[in-house]
């Protein structure tokens, strides 16, 4: 495994933190979000429903009021005849229901012609005609009528509970008048810094003072004045605020009875929650950042710990296959130098043979001269032998460095031939036209000498064996191909070649280590190895690797991220 550089281990801490931080705050955003979503959707319908029941009790309390205001001058009008109002009942029985309600200011008898025949109270109304009057028309029309605040004769803003009372063949209508500063305080609710509730009539006219500043009569502007059955609750734009306005029609009189506050006031304790429920989750993501942070650099260092013992591995695995792979070259190295010794013991026999007689003629001479070039030359056989397996035998580098793939390639075709001409195989290459890549050399050259000597076992006593390796540049990376035509390998062991420990050879003569360690080294140089084999039709390894590749998080970081 190449050396983890601090710049990997830095992205790898990020890596671990963000995923952490995605693990555990996603589920807490989308919990928190769903919540926060609900819980302000359910307390804003709450708020709604609050307020519409509020106004509804409300108007439940004004229209019962009317009604018992109305009730009392409906029992005066039929427990008297006119007669006996007129006659003093009136004065007697009005202080008792002003005491009773405290809410009429007069109360006056009229008669079919629209004069009073009787009237109490602190205005001078007695020559007054009424007969032409919006309200005087209405009660001879309905019988009972409630009218809407107006000035009248008096100037004063007020309004009226008429009933007419038929007698004989006429009638006469007894009016009481109300006080509209008992009305006001009766109708006006506060809610809130901003709330108010107050009564508009079908015109729009204030018929209560407001707490914003609305006057009796005065036109309130309000947008819907059509007349509806149920409570209607809904945000409207009025005078550059946004008001919560909740509207209900009473039913006699037909007066709109609107209570609205600022919206900001109205869900102001709704937002404060909701400041609330950020704040909580805000510091509880600081806390998952914390967290996160410390956790990542726990499992760093575990990693860091881990990639030095697996380091140390590698390098001992590493030695190992190279040692079983020279042990798996040895008989055809022993070969290969024991025939260049023999000659050089020829020789050096037939020089003293020549040496021993004296003079030494001028044939001999030349003889002893020719017989040392042997000897030199096998020498320097000898020596290539032993320089290849030396150079074989140390070169374990782990750092990644530019190399020629294809001139590595050759230097193991030539190391490989010894052992080729004692198993009676040849080998041959096609290698391509190949850019430069980036890494390990030790690597590579442990790899491609496994699949070599993996490749020599299985045409081992096959006649006309042989071997092709292939080289060639495709889509940013290289592949490198090693087919021979030897025994090939069965289907149901094609799935477990690369397992440590998993070998075909027989007891004694492999480790079960090589193709696994190929396995593990391709993966950490970020490439890719598989294997292509038809039982007595041959086997091709492929060895794909970028030109250079991407730093790479280890093995253990994706175990402990994942």
């Not at 495994?1 to 890596?15: N, Q, S």
Request: aromatic share 8%; proline share 4%.
């Amino acid at each position: 495994m190449p050396a983890v550089g601090e710049a990997t281990y830095a992205l790898m801490f990020r890596r671990m933190v963000w995923r952490l931080l995605l693990v555990s705050l996603l589920p807490l955003v989308a919990i928190g979000g769903a919540n926060f979503y609900l819980f302000y959707r359910l307390n804003r319908s709450i708020v709604i429903d609050q307020h519409a029941n509020a106004l509804r009790s409300h108007r439940e309390s004004i229209e019962a009021f009317l009604r018992n205001m109305t009730a009392m001058v409906s029992t005066l009008a039929e427990e008297y005849t006119l007669r006996e109002l007129v006659a003093g009942n009136l004065e007697r029985a009005f202080p008792v229901i002003q005491h009773q309600s405290g809410v009429f200011t007069d109360i006056g008898i009229i008669d079919s012609q629209g004069n009073y025949a009787k009237y109490i109270g602190p205005y001078d109304l007695s020559a007054k005609n009424y007969r032409d009057t919006e309200w005087f028309r209405q009660v001879v029309d309905k019988g009972v009528y409630i009218s809407d605040v107006f000035l009248g004769f008096r100037g004063v803003p007020h309004f009226v509970i008429a009933v007419k009372r038929k007698e004989k063949d006429g009638y006469w209508i007894l009016r009481a008048t109300f006080s509209t500063d008992y009305f006001t305080k009766l109708v006006t609710a506060r809610i809130g810094q901003t709330g108010e509730t107050f009564i508009v009539n079908r015109e729009g006219l204030y018929q209560t003072e407001t707490r914003s500043g609305g006057a009796l009569l005065a036109q309130s502007n309000f947008p819907d004045l059509t007349p509806h059955d149920d409570i209607r609750v809904r945000e409207l734009d009025i005078g550059g605020t946004r008001y919560l306005c909740t509207s209900t029609w009473l039913s006699n009189p037909r007066w709109l009875l609107i209570s609205r506050q600022a919206s900001s006031d109205v869900y102001s304790p709704l937002r404060r929650s909701s400041f609330m429920g950020i704040s909580i989750f805000l510091v509880g993501a600081m806390g998952a950042v914390v967290l996160a942070v410390a956790v990542a650099r726990e499992q760093l260092q575990r990693v860091k710990k881990a990639d030095k013992e697996k380091e140390a591995l590698t390098q001992r695995l590493l030695v190992a296959g190279k040692t079983a792979a020279v042990g798996e070259m040895s008989a055809g190295l022993a070969h290969e130098i024991n025939n260049p010794l023999a000659t050089i013991d020829t020789l050096q026999t037939w020089i003293r043979d020549l040496t021993s007689t004296s003079p030494i003629t001028e044939d001999d001479r030349k003889e002893i001269i020719d017989s040392a070039a042997k000897i030199a030359e096998q020498v320097n056989r000898c020596k290539t032998i032993t320089q290849g397996l030396l150079k074989f035998s140390r070169r374990v580098e782990t750092k990644a460095e530019a190399l020629d793939l294809n001139r590595l390639l050759e230097e193991l075709v030539t190391f490989s031939q010894t052992r080729a001409r004692v198993e009676n195989a040849t080998v041959q290459t096609a290698l391509g036209l190949l850019p430069r890549i980036v890494a390990p050399p030790g690597h590579l050259q442990q790899v491609f000498v496994n699949l070599l000597n993996n490749a020599l076992d299985a045409v081992a006593g096959k006649p006309n064996g042989t071997i092709l390796i292939r080289s060639r540049h495709t889509n940013g990376a290289v592949k490198v191909e090693i087919s021979d035509n030897g025994c090939g390998i069965p289907p149901e062991n094609l799935s477990r070649i690369f397992l440590p420990f998993f070998t075909t050879k027989p007891v004694g003569q492999g480790t079960g280590l090589g193709l696994a360690i190929c396995y593990g080294l391709v993966q950490d140089m970020s490439g890719a190895i598989r294997v292509e084999s038809r039982p007595g039709m041959g086997t091709t390894f492929v060895v794909e690797l970028p030109l250079s590749p991407p730093p790479r998080l280890g093995r253990h970081d994706e175990m402990t991220t994942s």
